[in-house]
């Protein structure tokens, strides 16, 4: 009961910080671009991105950082498909032999590092084929969907 009673009081109060003061647009462009900064293969600078892209665009920082986080195991899973998409498309620099991935997450950093450095550029290349046109394809159905769900009610 305790659990339920914290959690409803907490889903209201982020509704409401989540909602203050965006209108559809701003929160259909919000939940595109945590989304896409949130896929970004970095494990480091999505906070910051989403910062800076907060700043940009006048967004809600609260709301973006919360979508940035959510999509973070979405991010997790991405990571090695994104730097095999890379090492495809982009095929310059040292050769990357694909068992290479999984010895470097494990922690063998140190002694790859120029090559931790090329897979990371060559999956932020992937992802800036990918993510673009995911956030431009996601932006009219949840406009839509946030029009809908925030729309005055007559009566």
Do not use: D
């Amino acid at each position: 009961m305790k659990e339920r009673l914290l959690s409803t009081a907490l889903g209201r109060r982020l509704s409401i910080v989540l909602h203050s003061g965006l209108t559809p647009h701003k929160l259909a462009l919000t939940f595109c671009c945590g989304i896409a900064i949130g896929v970004l293969p970095l494990m480091w600078g999505t906070t910051i991105l989403c910062v800076v892209c907060g700043h940009c665009f006048r967004l809600n920082h609260v709301a973006l950082q919360t979508v940035n986080y959510l999509v973070y195991p979405l991010q997790i899973a991405l990571f090695v498909p994104l730097c095999l998409m890379g090492s495809k498309l982009f095929p310059w620099g040292p050769s990357i032999p694909p068992e290479i991935l999984p010895t470097l997450l494990h922690g063998h950093l140190a002694a790859s590092m120029h090559l931790l450095v090329w897979i990371t550029l060559k999956a932020i290349g992937a992802w800036l084929i990918t993510a673009a046109p995911l956030a431009v394809s996601l932006y009219p159905p949840l406009l839509m969907l946030f029009r809908r769900r925030f729309a005055p009610t007559a009566g």
